[in-house]
């Protein structure tokens, strides 16, 4: 039995008796190591996910994919070592709401069920009654309104707020926006705050030990100022400038691309495979042109240099399998261009590599294949009389397009690029998705469906 069922079970055996007979209906379900309890009584339900931190639960690192632009953003203290059970609970009810709360103890989690489930106690109480309800987010909650207050006294413009992008608490994360910066905050240690700088959403500097004041200086400076990030050291020297950061800054990019590849085979095991093959890229002025990524152990070139990327016709580089690997570890071929490839040394995959993207017609940019999206929904949308407008949204590290309608109901689109098919869903005020308000098509069909659902 997997600790993670044995742990629901547990819980199960353990819940049942605690609620007595308060009529709560309570079940375990679960495969492999996804173990969850579900409890509910009325309207009211509680699910409680059990997870068991082994040896190697710290070792996990998320984003880091050949590709500055994807690394996930590194702020603050590092994340503590888990070991052993560990209880995410969510609390439901006819709300919009989900309080949730992750903790090591099974105890605060039947206090907490009980009364959310039995006694009916508000969000308000629960939380009070229960510190690991909502912890982190009232944490960033008590930041935001810290720095806010100081930014208001500075006579900032910003302001930071909770971003809930994947509308659970448990990733809510604090941001300021204005594109093309952005900023994230975080706890840092004791009553100090961390602070990491985007551009174009990556990293490019980190603060640590801020207190309020000097946050929303570096907040005011960075988004109200669009001060550089020298700038900014010079007046808060707790902010340190990232190595490459400058180069993205200043508009060269390639030397901002390649100079953080190079720095990332370093540690990452892909990328260490393919250093003797990026050594030779980066003294191409032919190659070097071009933007890269890995996929699972495949290093992939692109013509932009943001997610989403632009890749067609262009070469995939992955290991060679089986005896050949020895003498001829690089096979390259060329996406949506099948049974054409070439297994080699370093040397010989990167002629190929060089020649074919010599005879590139179309220039390597800096953005993402998606950029252009919007303005031709909008032109479409125009073509059929109707006010509605595409956005380009921010939310944390990613891009989301938008289109809103009074009321608070809105459509997220997807896909287009170079390829005909756009996706859209339609979501209520509360950020779910409808049922059955799903659709995908060509720019004319999509655009159709959201004026129907959208009705302007």
């Keep these: 039995m997997h600790p993670g069922e044995k742990l629901a079970r547990d819980l199960q055996t353990r819940l049942q008796t605690a609620l007595g007979p308060s009529g709560v209906r309570v079940a375990t379900e679960g495969a492999g190591v996804h173990w969850h309890v579900d409890a509910s009584h009325g309207p009211r339900s509680c699910r409680m996910n059990c997870f068991f931190c082994g040896e190697n639960s710290a070792v ?15 702020v603050g203290p590092p994340p503590a070592v888990r070991r052993g059970p560990e209880y995410l609970v969510e609390f439901k009810d006819e709300t919009p709401e989900r309080p949730t709360g992750r903790v090591p103890e099974l105890a605060p989690v039947l206090a907490a069920v009980r009364d959310w489930l039995v006694e009916g106690v508000s969000t308000e109480a629960l939380q009070a009654r229960h ?58 240690t004791g009553d100090s705050i961390s602070i990491a700088l985007l551009l174009h959403r990556t990293q490019v500097a980190t603060g640590d030990g801020l207190a309020e004041d000097r946050a929303a200086l570096v907040v005011r400076k960075w988004i109200d100022e669009a001060a550089t990030t020298t700038a900014i050291h010079e007046a808060a020297p707790e902010v340190e400038r990232h190595p490459l950061g400058g180069a993205l800054e200043e508009g060269i990019y390639a030397a901002w691309h390649w100079g953080n590849v190079l720095c990332q085979a370093q540690t990452d095991s892909v990328l260490k495979f393919y250093r003797p093959l990026l050594d030779r890229v980066v003294k191409s002025e032919v190659v070097s042109r071009f933007f890269s990524f890995t996929s699972l152990d495949r290093l992939c070139f692109s013509r932009c240099s943001l997610y989403p ?26 996406r949506g261009r099948s049974g054409e490839s070439l297994a080699g040394t370093d040397g010989d995959v990167f002629k190929v ?36 407008r595409a956005v380009p949204v921010q939310r944390q590290q990613w891009l989301e397009i938008l289109v809103s309608a009074s009321g608070g109901t809105r459509c997220r689109l997807h896909g287009g690029g170079l390829g005909e098919q756009i996706s859209a869903s339609l979501e209520g005020a509360d950020g779910k998705e409808i049922p059955d308000r799903q659709f995908a098509g060509d720019l004319k069909a999509t655009v159709q469906a959201v004026i129907r659902w959208l009705g302007a």
């Design 60 to 74: 996990l690192y998320l984003g880091v994919r050949g590709n500055a632009h994807l690394s996930k953003v590194n």
């Design 353 to 388: 590599v060089e020649a074919a993207l010599a005879k590139e017609t179309e220039t390597p940019y800096f953005g993402n294949v998606d950029d252009p999206l919007p303005g031709r929904i909008n032109r479409e949308f125009a073509a059929c009389g109707s006010t509605l």
């Design 309 to 334: 990327f632009d890749t067609s016709g262009l070469p995939i580089i992955s290991p060679t399998a089986g005896q050949e690997a020895k003498e001829k570890p690089y096979t390259v071929q060329f």
């Design 131 to 188: 510190p690991f309800v909502d912890a982190e987010r009232r944490r960033l909650m008590d930041i935001a309104a810290r720095v806010n207050a100081r930014l208001s006294q500075q006579g900032g413009v910003a302001r930071v707020g909770l971003d809930e992008r994947m509308l659970s608490r448990e990733s809510a994360e604090l941001w300021v926006y204005s594109a093309p910066r952005s900023a994230r905050l975080t706890a840092g």
